[in-house]
């Protein structure tokens, strides 16, 4: 295995780029403004990105309606698309180690985490969608002889997508792939935060036959480039994961423009219970932890509320610290043993320690962690951290802290923990822990989540469709609903009278 010297001095050979990509080609932005670019692990400027506004935003806007017009994607067969996304994949593939770099530095997420993980997720992802391209089928109606009536499934225009930084690659992929499979062109406004591994797929599309003008990227800020691309009057659909609060923002920019579609999937604040019946407590303590620390609890889905029946509380957290001290080992993001990277900011690090402050004010018991750790200096770190003695109405069980804190709260019976897990403005996802698949049943029946996993936690595949009930979004992403929701029915009915 190469070591943390070996990856350091790739990164010092990485050439980075930092333009907007419109029309197939790299360009500054009209203003000739740029941001800085920080990698959190150490607070050391990276590059300096285009920064994007409305001008760019009209630039991309106009190339996708330029490709869609006269059809250059969309009027490819099937298989012609399938190709371009297959090779892209294979592209994406073969830069697996430059990505990752880029990931690393840009995010601070672990160089092994993003080799191991969000790579191998972006390339199902891709190769997923690819696949569906020649499997969407119309349909047939029985209609009254002297008629034939089809209903089609036909590509919407221009898309817009908006992403967060958690998992920039891998977020953008669940909208862009699907996107591109239905035969749309796309404009991405990736996160500012992290927009350098995007601003590369954009122009892999290119290289993999992809043809200009189908996919443009818009490098920025959210209150420029991308209201810019949520107000924009040719945006036909827009497809949004990030907070719930700039979720309902880009709602409001629908109304004001052109009632353009809307798909959303932002914040959570997912409940695991463990029930006292529960058939292997080391289990099922692993995936508690990795539920909430994996990736520094910047997850949508991390299981923020551990809900556990009271009399296997006591030994539940115990075996919860004894686990976490093991997992977790905090350094540089390059290095191959770092399994805790910083957070994605220094702003985000000061966030995320306020909120642990107020936990604490608000009585909660702090059982683990809540300070910073500094294994770089300069570095975002935050300990992983547990409250214990956590109620429903404390802030650090009803608000989305998007970093390595979780709460523990007992629970006597199973409508307690039910009520409990549905207390809560967000339903993104859920777990159960039961040996009783009756009982399973139950919770699954009712918890308002849009996935419940039962004895597992954060498991899934491409078949999975993934999105929340309530405030967590009105939209599902991967599986077969996720490319469909990219296209329009039309109806065609033939008089054969
Ligand atoms: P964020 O809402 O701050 O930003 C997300 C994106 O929106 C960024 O690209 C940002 O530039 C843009 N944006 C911000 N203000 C905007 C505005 N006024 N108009 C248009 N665009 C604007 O979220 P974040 O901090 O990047 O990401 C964390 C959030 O994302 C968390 O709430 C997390 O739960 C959520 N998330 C949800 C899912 C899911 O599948 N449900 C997955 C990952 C992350």
Not at 344 to 371: C, P, Y
Request: aromatic content about 8%; glycine content about 10%.
């Amino acid at each position: 295995m190469r070591s943390r010297d070996d990856w350091a001095a790739a990164a010092s050979q990485l050439s980075v780029r930092t333009g907007l990509y419109i029309d197939g080609r790299y360009q500054s932005a009209h203003a000739g403004e740029s941001f800085e670019c920080v990698n959190p692990a150490t607070g050391a400027v990276i590059a300096h990105m285009a920064r994007g506004q409305a001008a760019d935003v009209d630039a991309a806007v106009a190339s996708g309606v330029a490709a869609w017009k006269d059809r250059r994607w969309r009027g490819l067969a099937p298989r012609a698309r399938m190709d371009v996304l297959q090779r892209f994949a294979d592209l994406v593939q073969q830069h697996s180690q430059e990505l990752a770099l880029l990931e690393t530095l840009d995010m601070g997420k672990p160089f092994s985490d993003v080799l191991g993980i969000d790579i191998p997720e972006v390339l199902k992802t891709i190769r997923y969608f690819a696949e569906c391209i020649d499997k969407i089928e119309g349909a047939v109606t029985h209609t009254d002889a002297s008629a034939l009536h089809l209903i089609l499934h036909e590509p919407l225009g221009v898309v817009g997508a908006i992403t967060p930084w958690n998992y920039p690659m891998l977020m953008a992929m669940w909208k862009v792939a699907p996107i591109l499979a239905a035969g749309n062109c796309v404009v991405l406004k990736p996160a500012e935060q992290a927009p350098l591994s995007c601003t590369r797929l954009a122009q892999l599309f290119v290289e993999a036959g992809g043809p200009p003008g189908v996919f443009n990227l818009v490098n920025g800020f959210g209150p420029e480039a991308g209201q810019a691309l949520a107000l924009h009057p040719d945006v036909i659909k827009l497809s949004f994961t990030g907070s719930t609060a700039v979720g309902k923002l880009l709602l409001g920019y629908a109304g004001q423009s052109n009632m353009k579609r809307v798909a959303l999937e932002t914040g959570g604040k997912s409940p695991q219970i463990f029930l006292n019946d529960l058939y292997d407590l080391d289990a099922a303590v692993d995936r508690a932890v990795g539920g909430i620390y994996d990736n520094a609890g910047q997850v949508c889905n991390a299981g923020s509320r551990l809900l556990v029946q009271r009399d296997i509380h006591d030994e539940f957290v115990r075996r919860f610290i004894a686990r976490s001290a093991l997992a977790y080992r905090a350094g540089d993001p390059l290095d191959p043993a770092t399994t805790l990277g910083p957070l994605v900011s220094h702003a985000h690090q000061r966030n995320v320690l306020a909120r642990i402050a107020r936990g604490i004010s608000e009585g909660a018991q702090l059982a683990m962690g809540g300070g910073s750790v500094g294994p770089l200096p300069g570095g975002a770190f935050v300990e992983p951290t547990l409250f214990t003695g956590a109620t429903a109405g404390m802030s650090i069980c009803r608000e989305e802290v998007f970093g390595p804190v979780t709460a523990v709260t007992a629970f006597d019976t199973e409508d307690e923990a039910i009520a409990l897990a549905n207390d809560s403005d967000y339903g993104l996802a859920a777990a159960v822990w039961t040996s009783d698949l009756k009982k399973a049943h139950h919770f699954v029946a009712h918890l308002e989540a849009g996935v419940v996993w039962v004895n597992s936690f954060g498991d899934g595949d491409m078949t999975q469709p993934f999105g929340g009930f309530k405030q967590s979004g009105n939209s599902r992403d991967k599986h077969m609903m996720s490319l469909l929701s990219y296209t329009q029915s039309k109806s065609a009915w033939f008089s054969l009278g």
